[in-house]
């Protein structure tokens, strides 16, 4: 079995910034990509970005609509990823979630209980 726990949701200003952190515990894989995905209120769950193991810019991707505003990042030492957010806007306030999978290209295999960040205009 494999946990994930994320941390550094909050409440913030339009334009702030935050960073959240998730790691990952339990039976890993050898290698494995993770990512984050968010669901706003009466929305479904989206994409935002992932990273696959190596951690090298390369191997991050990103939906369009966080493009040049977040960054996701991994310390393998720590089995741990971040999203850092900056130019937050209003439409960004959801529960943020962290994911693993087996491979660079499927993260979604197993899900962190999520964190909520609001951004207020």
């Known amino acids: 079995q494999v946990q994930l726990v994320e941390s550094g949701g909050g409440l913030v200003q339009a334009g702030g910034s935050l960073r959240l952190s998730c790691t990952a515990s339990?039976?890993?894989?050898?290698?494995?990509?993770m990512g984050w995905f968010r669901q706003a209120p009466g929305k479904e769950r989206e994409f935002v970005a992932a990273?696959?193991?190596?951690?090298?810019?390369?191997?991050?991707y990103y939906a369009d609509s966080v493009k040049g505003r977040f960054t996701i990042s991994r310390d393998n030492a720590k089995n741990t990823i971040y999203l850092q957010m900056n130019s937050l806007k209003p439409e960004d306030t959801a529960v943020y979630y962290c994911?693993?999978?087996?491979?660079?290209?499927?993260?979604?295999?197993?899900w962190g209980q999520g964190t909520q960040v609001t951004v207020s205009s």
């Open positions: 990273i696959g193991w190596s951690g090298d810019s390369d191997s991050a």
């Open positions: 339990g039976r890993l894989f050898s290698t494995y990509g």
């Open positions: 994911s693993l999978g087996p491979s660079d290209w499927v993260v979604d295999e197993y």
